[in-house]
């Protein structure tokens, strides 16, 4: 069963623009972390954020947010006034008891932002 | 260096070869993981280590695959009669210690082509 959904396949939008990759999960542990990372055209998975499942405060790095909401079990990840640099595929991953921890990826959301 | 290192990089072998791919992770983690991810989709776990020994391996697809990591540091992925379903990137992963409030750092993967 897929524990991950990132329904958005690809994403198109132009420099300066703010876009949201959905996330949805699945999980009946109530203790789980969900991650974002990003791959770039290099291949190499760079983490971007954890947050456990007790702590759904919204979370600001720079341009980045993430919004948590367990009502809707849903870890949405916004990008404010994107970029070039920003082009690359976003994976959401969750990560509980019942998978030992290891990370259950989603399929990805491709990214392209255009000068 | 201060990441997780696999090699090699690329790795082209004829169908029905052996082919051994390995890691290196990042200085002082403990645990260790290996992911596939093929085109167009999100790594897939495969099996992770907590030290000398495998703590679950039921991501491996089959008895074709096999990893090792018998010092609790270097990890080697061996895959025997290589067919060409195996192509795909094979990344390497590591983390302080298992649970999930623990960071998992990937390496650049190693790309595996079967001719």
């Known amino acids: 069963a897929q524990k991950v959904t990132q329904a958005q396949t690809e994403i198109s939008v132009v420099e300066k623009e703010d876009v949201t990759l959905d996330c949805v999960y699945e999980t009946r542990d109530t203790t789980y972390y969900l991650f974002w990372y990003k791959q770039p055209p290099s291949g190499e998975l760079v983490f971007l954020i954890r947050r456990n499942s007790f702590d759904e405060q919204n979370e600001i790095s720079g341009r980045y947010s993430w919004n948590f909401q367990k009502s809707t079990s849903s870890f949405n990840f916004t990008i404010t006034a994107s970029q070039v640099v920003d082009s690359a595929v976003y994976f959401c991953a969750l990560s509980d008891l019942n998978s030992g921890y290891a990370l259950n990826f989603g399929k990805g959301t491709s990214l392209l932002v255009t000068p | 260096g201060a990441g997780v290192s696999q090699t090699p990089s690329n790795k082209v072998t004829e169908k029905g070869k052996y082919v051994e791919l390995r890691c290196d992770p990042i200085s002082g983690h403990t645990a260790l993981y290996w992911y596939r991810q093929s085109l167009g989709q999100g790594p897939e776990f495969l099996i992770y280590f907590q030290g000398t020994g495998a703590a679950d391996d039921s991501g491996l697809p089959n008895d074709r695959f096999f990893a090792v990591r018998p010092e609790g540091s270097v990890s080697t992925l061996k895959i025997q009669r290589t067919e060409r379903g195996d192509s795909a990137v094979y990344l390497c992963?590591?983390?302080?210690?298992?649970?999930?409030?623990?960071?998992?750092?990937f390496g650049e993967g190693s790309w595996l082509t079967v001719v």
């Open positions: 992963a590591s983390s302080p210690g298992t649970g999930g409030g623990n960071t998992i750092y």
